[in-house]
């Protein structure tokens, strides 16, 4: 074997950087290094794997919808007042409500951040047909008993200040009406009276605040019961 062949590295080392390679002690030393190195990660390996077939699985959750902050009683829910976070699927919460049949509702109670959100928190907003945004339902009595009779939900009539003739609101749409005028109308056919008939229709209407306030005068000046109200009708539309 020649001295050329006799001082070459062998294939392994040939693999190496060439600080690495050679019988010197530098070299040497750095291979050992880097056997140590080597051990250690592997032997991390070996440590995590095992943790990870030894260590029980994480608990089981599931998403729950909860108050992202302090909210009032009769608070209209929108996204960005509730949050989604982990729940544990063993400690279940009854009632609890999807992320789609929360936002619009109204609370029924006051509810503090992090209070997971349930049927029981909350109910639908009140919608009712032919009530405008900003409007409000008052009842208008009505004692005129052949206008009363004519009413029906969905109508709409003309309000004026009895006294003045002033008009209170116009097209106003009525929501119910309910009266008291039958009974009234059977005791004076019983008794073979003509008279008309002495009961009371009331009439939930939609109105503006203000109008409202001006039905409030008008009736307290009549002496209330309906006397400082005229009532026009119109039929549905």
Not at 15 to 42: E, F, I, K, T
């Amino acid at each position: 074997m020649s001295t050329r062949d006799s001082t070459r590295p062998p294939a392994w080392q040939r693999l190496l950087p060439d600080p690495w390679q050679g019988p010197s002690r530098q070299a040497q030393w750095r291979r050992g290094r880097a056997r140590r190195v080597l051990c250690g990660l592997l032997l991390a390996a070996a440590v995590l794997a095992l943790v990870s077939v030894v260590r029980p699985p994480a608990p089981a959750t599931t998403r729950v919808l909860v108050a992202a902050r302090d909210l009032p009683a009769g608070h209209r829910l929108t996204a960005a007042d509730v949050r989604g976070v982990a729940w544990p699927a063993g400690a279940t919460v009854p009632g609890i409500l999807a992320a789609d049949a929360v936002t619009g509702t109204l609370l029924v109670a006051p509810i503090h951040s992090g209070e997971p959100l349930t049927a029981s928190r909350v109910r639908a907003a009140g919608r009712w047909s032919g009530v405008a945004d900003g409007q409000v339902v008052v009842s208008v009595p009505v004692t005129q008993g052949s206008v009363a009779q004519l009413v029906q939900p969905g109508d709409h009539i003309d309000l004026y200040d009895g006294a003045s003739g002033r008009p209170i609101g116009t097209d106003l749409a009525v929501v119910l009406a309910a009266g008291t005028g039958d009974r009234a109308d059977e005791a004076s056919a019983s008794s073979g009276s003509s008279s008309t008939a002495s009961g009371t229709t009331q009439l939930q209407v939609a109105v503006s605040r203000s109008q409202a306030a001006a039905i409030a005068t008008a009736n307290a000046a009549g002496g209330g019961v309906g006397g400082g109200l005229l009532v026009a009708a119109s039929p549905s539309r």
